[in-house]
């Protein structure tokens, strides 16, 4: 077993610079009761008053009731819990400026822009013209709103699209009850301050309560004064396990589950088939540690797997195993699950996506294509001793009209051929065969049963490989004849 620990270290080294340049000052600025001023009727003005008056600010609109688009007027129109809205019909002037928080305007031509920015200027107003960045002193970026927990995303105007695609990313990672937790947060802050000693007893706290913010669920009922009796008794916080399917490889195919899984580890405990990218989206100070099981090759046994965990959750980690594919299929962790409940740890499963989703994938098939497979079945091809379980029922994966997945069955191949046509499959069936799937390394395969001894080989043996038997991977043969190779990369 090897084990890989990410380097936490930070601070300045050799003189080099604590922050890099920034390309602006990230600034979040408390308008609740002051004015702002925006000149402009138009929809995207609309937009900016909106998020202007969420902030709690008293918006001024300058337009002329003629000017006011329809998504401007339905908002003036609409109540508000926080903020004002007020319409000044008619243009705005340079004694509407003073004494504002900002102002914002937009305007059609640069001669427009340059007098509002001008005049904004004069009064010392910090201002922004929409869609014109020389005229800005102050951009919005795009927001992740989980208020209290506010998080503001900027490109310096240079890619929006960009910053649009990175907030949708961080939604992901966040969920919406993380705005209950951060009310709580703001609710308990001074009885924390009060109750906890500087230093350890405070970071203690913060740490659990994080850990659960960051859980999913939404608070319950005295939890915050639980976790605050915790610490002041002393009392470490309460391990768990969570088995979490890192799916076939591709980051893009976990589960939001899993990766909220992932942000709140202390530990995993990651299989040797789980890719680079999947445990970047872990926490930073997380600890990574690599217990591979790989067929032909020293592996770490799975009783010291399971002891590990036992031991972690009992020194109060929040431990993730982490598995290839899905948890529950050909990754026993009905051995781990068991092993963790005998020592009354608390479990759960996180789903994945298995390795024959991501083939029929691959290969642009339905698994049940009603024309061609009314059954699916998942066999394993490697068993605790290394080959094909004794007490497979080759007959009943003889069925014209189902489809096979053979798992982890590259080096049985030839025998898996030779078994399914001596029970009477015809050995000009269809077969797909996949291995590194949904990685930059992807490679695949079609052909015939007769010839899959072949295909595996010139895949090759030493790679993670899937086989899939049956008549819905006739298309994909049917658009390569012959033996297919293709690589993703």
């Known amino acids: 077993m090897s084990e890989a620990v990410e380097d936490r270290t930070a601070g300045v080294k050799g003189g080099e610079a604590r922050i890099e340049p920034l390309s602006t000052l990230p600034v979040f600025l408390d308008l609740s009761g002051h004015r702002a001023v925006l000149a402009g009727g138009s929809e995207a003005a609309a937009w900016k008053a909106e998020l202007l008056a969420a902030s709690g600010a008293h918006v001024e609109i300058h337009a002329p009731a003629a000017d006011l688009s329809p998504e401007m007027a339905a908002l003036l129109a609409a109540p508000r819990a926080v903020g004002s809205l007020t319409h000044r019909d008619g243009t705005w002037d340079e004694g509407a400026l003073a004494g504002a928080a900002l102002a914002v305007a937009d305007c059609e031509s640069e001669g427009e822009a340059s007098a509002f920015a001008h005049a904004a200027r004069a009064a010392g107003v910090p201002f922004n013209v929409i869609d014109k960045p020389a005229f800005c002193q102050f951009r919005f970026g795009t927001l992740v709103n989980r208020s209290p927990l506010v998080i503001g995303i900027a490109t310096d105007g240079a890619a929006p699209i ?14 919406p009850s993380l705005s209950e937790w951060a009310r709580l947060a703001a609710g308990i802050r001074a009885s924390v301050l009060a109750r906890l000693a500087p230093g350890a007893p405070r970071r203690a706290f913060w740490e659990r309560f994080s850990d659960a913010a960051l859980s999913g669920r939404r608070p319950a009922g005295g939890e915050a004064e639980a976790l605050l009796n915790g610490v002041e008794a002393n009392a470490p916080a309460g391990g768990r396990v969570t088995l979490v399917g890192a799916g076939p490889g591709e980051a893009e195919l976990l589960t939001l589950k899993a990766v909220r899984a992932l942000q709140a580890a202390d530990v995993i405990l990651f299989d040797d088939l789980v890719s680079g990218e999947v445990l970047e989206l872990a926490r930073r100070e997380a600890r990574r ?59 759960s499963l996180v789903p994945g996506i298995t390795a024959a989703s991501a083939m029929a994938a691959a290969f642009g098939v339905s698994l049940t294509h009603r024309d061609h497979a009314q059954e699916l079945r998942l066999v394993t091809g490697h068993s605790r001793t290394g080959s094909l379980p004794q007490d497979l029922d080759w007959a009943a994966l003889a069925g014209p009209h189902a489809t096979t997945i053979f798992y982890m069955g590259g080096r049985m191949a030839g025998t898996i051929a030779a078994r399914l046509v001596a029970v009477g499959v015809d050995p000009a069936t269809p077969v797909a065969v996949a291995a590194n799937l949904s990685r930059h390394d992807e490679t695949r395969a079609t052909g015939r049963l007769r010839d899959l001894a072949a295909i595996v080989e010139a895949i090759g043996l030493d790679n993670p490989i899937l086989i899939g038997v049956g008549n819905v991977f006739g298309e994909a043969l049917a658009a390569q004849p012959g033996d297919m190779l293709a690589s993703a990369g």
């Open 289 to 347: 540690m690599l217990v591979g099981k790989r067929g032909g090759r020293e592996s770490c046994r799975q009783e010291d797997i399971n002891a590990m965990m036992v031991k972690l959750a009992k020194a109060g980690k929040n431990v993730v195993r982490l598995k290839s594919g899905d948890v529950s299929v050909f990754g026993r962790a009905g051995e781990e699950i068991a092993e963790l409940k005998r020592h009354a740890i608390p479990v």
């Open 162 to 175: 960009l910053g649009q695609a990175v907030r949708r990313r961080i939604e992901t990672l966040l969920p």
